[in-house]
């Protein structure tokens, strides 16, 4: 169960409340390109406003190095929301100071005020508590439905809540009940699905999910630093030389349940319709790499998928944004949509390929974070979550 207070457990009627939200959504040329994570915010923002609180949101959007850069407003996040509310939205051109300050004194009930990045201001990822007491100061209590940055300890995701009555949002509830019951208290099998670029970014994940998974099936290119470690040459194929010790030691310790693809789809290059050839894992010939799982670890991952009562799956089996290497992914995805287990897939890659595939409706839930529940995966409190209100 979920140990923090809610917006359910306060009374906000009347108050304004300052909620972190995750609006790092793509934008291109002023135009939303994702609304998903805008959508996922509508729920706590409408439930404030029908107890009649006055609504103040801030996130961050993309990566504007602490100041101020138009490539990276938050107004057309805040013209989109307003769309898709089908009332006016306020927009600050800023997240504290004058612009701030003034859009929020003006705020009645049932408004929505959208306040500008806060990445504009570099004391934002340094979690400076002057920039967090000033945004405190704009409101009367603080939501942080921002599950995606719950893991990074900035101002508006943690110092903020150190001035404020601090709870949860419905998104982060969701989020935080669902990976949370799998990895504390997962219905059996519980099987994990590990892919993506790097190993590195996840050997504290394998090693938590040692401990709690029943098995662990490995794709993408992380595989081939688990190849490269058990002696196979693996040609040109990505591979991190600096954690082949490490990968040798969770091989070690995963024993059965650590499961490596047993065969791969090859290529000399990384480029749509170029010839592939299908080898079972052994040596790669140099000027060739490996780009996706073959057909006989889908068919093998897929039983384990279909006998699993749990599912987490973070990262594609292979490139899968180049259609001819694409397969491992999208199967892997067809595999989870037709298992009756519970199916969480994590941010990013996996849940873009189930959006792609169609299947969203098959899956039990696809996360907003991809770091953030990567960090929940690997047993680490988040700190965005830490600093809410006990119930
Ligand atoms: P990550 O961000 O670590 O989840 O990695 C995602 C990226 O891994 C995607 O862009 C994939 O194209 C890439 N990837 C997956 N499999 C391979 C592979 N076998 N070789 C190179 N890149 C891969």
Redesign the pocket.
Same mark, same amino acid.
């Given at each position: 169960m979920f140990a923090k207070k809610s917006v359910r457990d306060i009374d906000v009627k009347g108050k304004k409340v300052l909620v972190r939200v995750d609006f790092n959504v793509p934008i291109k040329e002023g135009v939303v390109q994702d609304d998903t994570r805008v959508r996922a915010a509508l729920p706590t923002i409408n439930y404030l406003l029908e107890k009649g609180a006055a609504v103040i949101l801030c996130s961050h959007l993309g990566r504007p190095k602490g100041t101020p850069d138009p490539k990276y407003t938050m107004k057309p996040v805040a013209e989109y929301l307003g769309k898709l509310m089908g009332k006016p939205v306020a927009f600050a051109e800023d997240c504290v100071g004058e612009p701030a300050e003034k859009a929020a004194a003006t705020l009645k009930p049932g408004d929505v005020l959208v306040l500008e990045n806060t990445r504009y201001h570099a004391g934002e990822e340094k979690n400076d508590l002057d920039l967090a007491k000033q945004m405190a100061s704009l409101a009367d209590v603080y939501v942080n439905d921002a599950f995606g940055s719950a893991h990074r300890a900035h101002s508006s995701t943690e110092g903020v809540a150190r001035f404020l009555p601090a709870v949860a949002g419905f998104l982060m509830e969701k989020e935080i009940e669902y990976l949370g019951q799998a990895i504390d208290d997962p219905k059996r099998p519980f099987v994990a699905i590990l892919?993506? /670029? !790097?190993v590195s970014? !996840?050997i504290g994940v394998i090693k938590n999910l040692l401990a709690k998974a029943d098995a662990i099936l490995i794709?993408?290119?992380? /595989? *081939?630093t688990f190849f490269k470690a058990q002696g196979y040459p693996i040609g040109d194929?990505?591979v991190e030389d600096e954690v082949l010790d490490l990968a040798r030691e969770l091989i070690a310790q995963g024993g059965t349940k650590l499961r490596l693809p047993v065969d791969a789809v090859i290529a000399e290059k990384?480029e749509e319709g170029v010839e592939t050839k299908v080898v079972p894992v052994g040596p790669t010939p140099d000027g060739w790499?490996?780009?996706?799982v073959g057909p006989q670890t889908i068919e093998a991952y897929g039983k384990v998928i279909a006998g699993a009562a749990t599912v987490v799956w *973070? =990262?594609?089996?292979? #490139? +899968?944004? #180049?259609p001819t +290497?694409a397969k491992g992914t999208f199967e892997v995805a067809k595999a989870l949509a037709a298992s009756k287990c519970v199916s969480i897939v994590g941010g990013?890659?996996s849940a873009s390929a189930i959006q792609k595939s169609g299947l969203a409706d098959k899956i039990t839930h696809i996360s907003t974070g =991809?770091g953030a529940s990567l960090e929940m995966l690997e047993g680490i409190a988040l700190p965005g979550v830490a600093a809410l209100q006990d119930k």
């Open positions: 892919g993506g /670029a !790097k970014d !996840k794709g993408g290119g992380m /595989a *081939n194929s990505l990384m790499r490996i780009l996706d *973070n =990262g594609p089996m292979g #490139v +899968f944004e #180049v +290497f990013g890659d =991809g």
